[in-house]
């Protein structure tokens, strides 16, 4: 049973003063004639040899407030939170490019954790500052770091100043999606952003259409040829995910308008409907499956919902037979994955032109139920989700632009806060009382049996 040898005036005591280090036993010799005091809950035990008296130290004491301080070791967690997003924002002054780039990258990941209104809402001229001076001189890492954060900064620093925030970054990002010395990530991520950062904040329909125009400039790379071919040199397939971002930005901005000024820009201003339907030939896969749902976000908006009549029913008819090649493609210069996505996502889109159905679908937002049964709807949730990740869920409950986007209430129900899991700690003390709990009954229940014997 033990590896040394056990006196019979040997003490096994437990060590558990601290709750972490349960598993640790010392050896104690005492002289034979001294009686150690107790100190806690003492047992005989007896394993067919000399008899040992294990001794069960356990501060109970120490135990209790592990719970009762829980508020002052959440401020605390808090606090010590807070000073790692100053020393973040800190390093932005780094001279270094790649620590510049490094404290991006952290700062967003850090701010996807938690709301920080009250803390950021004090260095939104320091942020927007930062941010703009990396989007126009940074370089290609950087810039690409400051445009991820650029929407999630915005939603961070609080509605008193986000139009100067708005003012600042908003031209920074337009310019260095179309900026030819950028590399296509950086580029790409820029439109991303910019089509998510105007989405929620910007409430200027000028510069929405602005926004939209700029797109068109961008993705009209990949139209057909003028005798109606597809273009197939290499900056067609290189650009494909830059020409695929500014689709969706264009598709995502789009529901914005009113129909009737939404369907005066699809007649009269580039892109048209039939345009748009000549990107389903790209030979890129993203623009092809960007195409798909612009084409759908485009009919859903113009569409009335009342009669179901939409004054594109006839460029649509046009459209039918790419969309079910699309929908069975099975060519075999196609990589399989690529076959596999394509045929999924035009089945959905053939399906809604032919029948008027869309999938509903829900996700969980923290403790609400986020709902949508429209193509705007799936491709507003989808760039929110990609933008901001896990900072979804934190900014939910606190953010009106973000509630609006999603679809949510106007405001929180008034509710009882949910019931917090407790960590890790609080288990193991649970967990520590009902097993002695257990113990005293069992040896409660020994003793009454060994009595009963006796007698």
Not at 65 to 77: D, F, T, W
Request: net charge negative; with cysteine; charged share 25%.
């Amino acid at each position: 049973m033990f590896d040394c040898p056990i006196s019979t005036d040997s003490v096994l005591i437990r060590k558990a003063t601290d709750p972490q280090n349960y598993s640790e036993f010392s050896y104690i010799q005492e002289p034979p004639t001294e009686t150690p005091q107790p100190q806690g809950q003492q047992r005989e035990v007896q394993w067919g040899g000399p008899r040992v008296i294990l001794k069960i130290e356990e501060d109970i004491s120490d135990q209790q407030p592990a719970i009762e301080l829980e508020p002052e070791k959440k401020n605390e967690i808090q606090e010590k939170f807070e000073e790692k997003i100053l020393e973040l924002i800190e390093s932005l002054n780094a001279r270094a490019n790649a620590a510049r780039a490094g404290a991006f990258v952290s700062l967003r990941a850090a701010l996807q954790r938690r709301a920080l209104d009250g803390l950021l809402s004090s260095h939104r001229a320091t942020l927007a500052d930062h941010v703009s001076k990396a989007l126009r001189r940074g370089k290609d890492g950087e810039r690409k770091a400051a445009a991820a954060i650029a929407p999630l900064l915005a939603l961070q620093i609080g509605e008193e100043g986000v139009e100067e925030f708005v003012r600042e970054v908003r031209p920074a990002l337009a310019a260095t999606a179309i900026d030819k010395s950028a590399s296509l990530d950086t580029r790409t991520e820029c439109c991303s952003s910019l089509a998510v950062f105007c989405y929620l904040m910007e409430d200027d329909l000028s510069e929405i259409l602005e926004v939209m125009r700029m797109y068109e400039t961008i993705f009209s790379g990949s139209y057909l040829k003028g005798d109606g071919s597809v273009k197939v040199s290499g900056a067609a397939v290189e650009e494909g995910a830059w020409h695929a971002a500014a689709l969706d930005g264009w598709a995502l901005l789009l529901p914005l308008l009113a129909p009737s000024h939404a369907l005066q820009l699809l007649t009269t201003q580039p892109p048209s409907f039939a345009r748009l339907g000549d990107l389903l030939e790209a030979v890129s896969l993203e623009v092809r499956m960007a195409a798909g749902g612009a084409l759908a976000i485009a009919y859903e908006t113009v569409t009335e919902e009342e009669d179901g009549d939409s004054p594109l029913a006839g460029d649509v008819d046009e459209l039918l037979p790419r969309l079910t090649e699309l929908a069975r493609d099975s060519h075999k210069y196609r990589a399989k994955r690529d076959r596999k996505v394509q045929r999924a996502t035009f089945r959905d889109i053939l399906k809604y032109f032919e029948e008027g159905e869309v999938t509903a679908m829900s996700v969980r937002v923290g403790t609400e139920t986020a709902r949508w049964g429209s193509w705007a709807g799936g491709a507003a949730y989808a760039a929110l989700a990609a933008a901001l990740g896990g900072a979804l869920q934190a900014l939910a409950p606190r953010c009106e632009r973000l509630r609006a986007a999603l679809a949510l209430s106007p405001a929180p129900l008034a509710q009882a806060a949910p019931t917090r899991k407790p960590n890790k700690l609080q288990r193991h003390l649970q967990n520590t009382a009902a097993c002695k709990a257990r113990t005293v009954a069992r040896n409660k229940n020994r003793d009454k049996r060994s009595a009963a014997l006796a007698i």
